[in-house]
């Protein structure tokens, strides 16, 4: 491979060649996030290579994040994407985003008293008939939609409601509206994260074609005495975000392998 193309006569296959050519394209700032990629039959024009070449290199880029098709439309160097710390903390998603520099907007589709059912119930561990307050907002990244969450105030409390419809929840940390203005402090918690695919409303919402993969995470969040103050449910877009979790020795590992080799 050289910089001006494939090199026919080396070792390393040509959708290698090819795929580190466009990502030297990509660094070298020649192809910028968003730009939409030439067709297949241009590339193999260009490079001198085989449809199938073409094929294999752009999927196995599109697989790594490198690139984004895009249905109907053709495919583009994908934008970097977001990465989320707030799994490990309990700073909330506005805090976490904040604190590395980008802006948040959400807008606040409902406030409301609602009984709690479903998945919130279950994490919430309520009785049947149990009524909180919901809070459903579309979150949006440096102007990008990029989530939708249902967060739920484990409180049946029609002033903490009332006051929570006359707060700006737009561009605010929710968990420091709910600290400052309430005393509910977030001390504890506990999130999990998986693979779900984007149907009907969600991919409305988050601007993603159906079957799509988003990023599910379910958290709960305590106070020090154990008491659940709050829980949501969140869709994050894959294709734009992406999780980032620090790790330790786990010392009860460390100690038995102590034991085990003496």
Not at 20 to 42: C, F, K, N, T, Y
Not at 146 to 174: C, H, N, P
Not at 210 to 220: A, F, H, K, T, W
Request: charged share 25%.
């Amino acid at each position: 491979m050289t910089d001006l193309g494939i090199d026919h006569d080396a070792r390393l296959p040509y959708y290698e060649q090819l795929k580190q050519l466009i990502v030297r394209e990509i660094a070298r700032d020649s192809l910028e996030p968003g730009h939409l990629m030439p067709s297949e039959a241009e590339m193999c024009a260009r490079y001198e290579v085989s449809r199938t070449v073409v094929r294999q290199a752009v999927g196995e880029l599109v697989n790594e994040g490198v690139l984004q098709r895009r249905r109907g439309k053709g495919t583009f160097v994908a934008k970097p994407k977001l990465s989320e710390q707030f799994m490990e903390s309990t700073v909330g998603f506005f805090e976490d985003m904040t604190s590395h520099g980008h802006s948040v907007l959400s807008s606040v589709l409902s406030v409301d008293r609602v009984e709690v059912v479903g998945r919130a119930r279950e994490l919430i561990g309520a009785s049947p008939g149990t009524h909180c307050i919901e809070i459903v907002r579309l979150r949006a990244v440096n102007d990008e939609v990029v989530a939708f969450t249902k967060s739920y105030i484990v409180r049946d409390d029609e002033t903490m409601l009332e006051q929570l419809r006359g707060t700006d929840l737009s561009t605010a940390s929710l968990y420091r509206i709910l600290a400052d203005q309430f005393g509910l402090r977030i001390d504890t918690g506990h999130r999990s994260i998986e693979a779900v695919a984007a149907s009907g409303m969600l991919s409305k919402l988050l601007e993603v074609g159906s079957g799509e993969p988003l990023l599910y995470i379910e958290s709960v969040a305590r106070n020090s005495a154990g008491e659940v103050i709050e829980c949501f449910l969140a869709w994050h877009r894959a294709d734009r975000m992406r999780i980032e979790m620090n790790v330790v020795r786990d010392s009860r590992h460390s100690a038995g392998a102590s034991l085990n080799h003496g």
